[in-house]
């Protein structure tokens, strides 16, 4: 594996099939040409991620909607106009340019232009749409620096495009319009209050909605036990976490307690604002693993703004562990 800001290099390995990392504001993605199946199953091994799992496809800004899609709605047009470049996801019919392999042959598909430099100079450079699920192994926590790639996936990438931390943190949001109604399908770094001023309300994802395994009860886990509670329920779980005899670390927003002192459990403290929550959410419980401890308490936030995401992503870090891979 290969590591740097080398974009004729990266443009290379793409056009060849191969396998390329590369950052965008939410998280970094594991990128392959969106037009090949061959070069789309390797991200599948590379991450050991069940086939079916579609792969949202990534276009430069000023690309055409309608080489990606078809039967493409108003509201959707109005919303790609509005919200992209940036932290959303656009679920609509696909297009014959995306191959069916991408989808895990699903007839719609996943688009969105990434609002990060990086991103978007790859893009333009590559002139195709690149199929990218975030650069961790299937069930893991999203890498938001070069740093958690390489340490994930090590030589299953060909390069590496380090453009530094990723400043939102937490993925997109993804909104399904192909089915008529909006509906969202995961919350994410666009807050709802921004899409909703466009689309109106987003309806919740029900049984008729495609399958998305980022909504998989068990995924975005660390390997330390999460238990997430409201702020005033911390102390409690401290307590009876402890007569367990584990090592707890509490992970809260810095404000959410006084005296961090008297909560007798290991402290990391997260930025009391929303954005800075999402921003340092996936790093935090990544550097909670390596220091080895076994149970992470966390607060949950307001479910205001990137509060949805934060807490969505806490609530599933916390699911049930049996259908982790
Ligand atoms: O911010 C992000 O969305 C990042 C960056 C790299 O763009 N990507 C990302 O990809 O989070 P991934 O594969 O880890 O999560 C994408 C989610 C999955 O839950 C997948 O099921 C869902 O999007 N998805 C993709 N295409 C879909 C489709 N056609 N229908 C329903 N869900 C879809
Ligand atoms: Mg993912």
Known sequence: MQRGLDLARAVEILAAGGLVAFPTETVYGLGADASRADAVERIFAAKGRPRAHPLIVHLAPGAQLDDWAIGIPDSARALAAAAW????????AKGPRVSPATTGGSSTVGLRVPAHPVAQALLRAFDGGIAAPSANRFGAVSPTTADHVAGDLGDDVDYILDGGPCEVGVESTIVDLSRGRPVLLRPGGMPRAVIEAITGPLAAADDAA??????????????????AVAPEQVPAAVAAASAAGKRIAVLAPASAFLDWGALRADAHRLPDDDAGMARELYAALRDLDASGVDVVIAALPPAAGLGEAVGDRLLRAAGPRKDRS
């Open 85 to 92: 470049p940036g932290p959303l996801t656009i679920i609509l």
């Open 210 to 227: 495609p399958a998305a395994p980022g909504t998989l009860a068990s995924h975005y886990a660390p390997r330390a036990q999460v238990i």
